[in-house]
């Protein structure tokens, strides 16, 4: 049975519906694909002001001076050099027997956090962590645009332990015909939950946070940060915003203000407190395609990556968590920082 | 608001309805919940045969000679020292708010599967493979006699990038009150499959990986072995029985006579061509409670530890894998290894 082959593929698991990106390297050989080590410090660092040449050319910047390409810039964006999906093409939805498939059509771009050679956001300015939840909103904001592309996800990768192959800070979006499968679950169960008790399940999450008291991490303005009730990792941390929103590209400058002082303080914390740990957040975000939906909430999810997901987790779905959220918020609210 | 604290939890994710074990450490502080190192190869070994007052007692031993706990043994089940379920005790299920609950009530056993110290089961003989298999079942078929028990979740961690803490070769059997998500998840898509088509997917998938060819790593009379369509990571490989059967529990002697053979073939084969990667691997069977599933199938799913899980993983459920499971299957296929 001959089914065609392109570089990049979406393939959906016939049993659960679980999409996959294949992304052959050309270049890997089976041998290649080893642990990565950890990262070099002091070698070549494309995303150096100065070294713009180094990336491929760029998608957006926010700048004091210069052109595009040119040094001058706070924010800048480029698109991935080893992208997991490519924006040129057509999705060419089909069945291979019981299998689906379609091309991986989409972008993958790098958000490049700041201008010098800063491996901690937690160390940008308040002002520069401002910018780069700007720079997140005006990509989604112009790639919701193409109607072949149904959601965006912006996600951070700290650290080679975490999935980084350079040290200098930076974020990354991947926007994808497909919802993700963790995305599609947040939005059915609270779907459910909201058909039957008439409320969103984020807000009652809220209110019992803040009722209980012991997994909350901070309050702010317009944000609560605590470590959610079944925590599947160690000092697992999540950002909720408190009014009803379900497109993180909906978010309003008062509420970016906020954030990026949230940002500072958690990852400060989580630098001091857990002695610089590899990590990764994620932005949970509702499909582009429908409108602000009362049932769901974008929120971002944060995971130090202190401990392995073991063979247990791998196969099962089923996490054993060693902190307590109740003991991990706790920490994390009595880790003193200086005023940020 | 007082929410009743045990040692060790069950609790429910609100939004997904994910379980997670909550399980603290006593003794970890926050600092010490750090990544594991590579293993010890010459420290002391409380799996080797002669060392038996090591572990707690045993629950199950085949023997050559001597009583529990003395030398003589084939394959050894004692109770895990550091169990993230423990058996007595009631469920207490409960609410709190919008949050679910329970008591971790289960079991959780390490198989040792050889009384000298071998790290690697590709290099026990099949025979003692297939005793190993024998436990497997001989523990399954105990525990769930004890209604308050679910699931039993048969896996292997390999190696400290695995998740394992110990060298010489050995299992995990957890057995609890739920049904992991992951399971659930299959449970349901065959399900549904099987009720719009009136087939069990895992007999389409096999008909079809037979015609198609390119995936099969190779076949016995009981069993194919295959890299999935979708396949999560590189070198992931499932091995399916071609005949329908739901639990693992129900494999019969010429089953187990021949997977020995088809395990010990496929870890070879893995060690020589992949350089002997840590790995996983899980069995996937159905809940204790029901009868046989026409539309589920036990199977073992394999993953060689060759990349992390990155950021973009952790949070969707949206896998990138950057071998095709084609290449994957071609190079275990044409990896040669020595009469087993």
Not at 300 to 322: D, H, K
Request: hydrophobic content about 40%; charged content about 25%.
């Amino acid at each position: 049975m001959a089914e065609p082959k392109t570089m990049q593929e979406l393939r959906k698991d016939p049993i659960v519906g679980r999409w996959v990106i294949i992304a052959p390297d050309r270049l890997a050989r089976p041998q290649g694909v080893s642990e990565e080590s950890e990262l070099s410090t002091d070698g070549f660092d494309p995303f150096l002001e100065g070294n713009e040449d180094a990336t491929t050319p760029e998608i957006l910047a926010y700048r004091n001076s210069g052109g595009p390409n040119e040094p001058g810039w706070r924010v800048r964006v480029v698109p991935n050099k080893f992208p997991a999906v490519t924006i040129d093409g057509d999705l060419d939805k089909r069945g291979v027997g019981i299998y689906d498939m379609m091309n991986a059509i989409g972008a993958h771009e790098v958000i490049v956090e700041c201008p010098h050679r800063e491996m901690n956001m937690s160390r940008l300015s308040v002002e520069n962590i401002r910018e780069v939840l700007w720079v997140y909103h005006d990509r989604l904001v112009d790639l919701k645009r193409d109607m072949r592309l149904v959601h965006g996800l912006i996600f951070k990768n700290k650290g080679a332990r975490a999935g980084a192959s350079l040290d200098h800070s930076h974020s990354q979006l991947i926007v994808s015909p497909i919802v993700p499968v963790t995305i599609q679950e947040e939005l059915n169960g609270s779907k459910s939950f909201y058909d039957y008790r008439g409320r969103c399940i984020f807000a009652d999450m809220i209110q019992q946070e803040l009722a209980t008291e012991s997994r909350i991490v901070l309050e702010s303005e317009h944000f609560v940060v605590f470590c959610p009730f079944a925590s599947r990792f160690p000092f697992e941390t999540w950002i909720l915003p408190r009014q009803q929103s379900s497109h993180y590209e909906s978010i309003t400058k008062p509420m970016v203000e906020d954030l990026g002082n949230v940002m500072k303080t958690v990852l400060t914390k989580m630098e001091l407190g857990l002695d610089d740990p590899p990590y990764n957040y994620v932005i949970h975000s509702a499909p582009f395609s429908s409108q602000d939906l009362p049932h769901y909430r974008w929120h971002i999810e944060l995971f130090p990556r202190l401990s392995r997901v073991a063979g247990f987790e791998w196969g099962s779905g089923f996490y054993i968590n060693t902190v307590a959220p109740e003991n991990a918020a706790k920490f994390l609210r009595e880790t003193e920082i200086d005023e940020i």
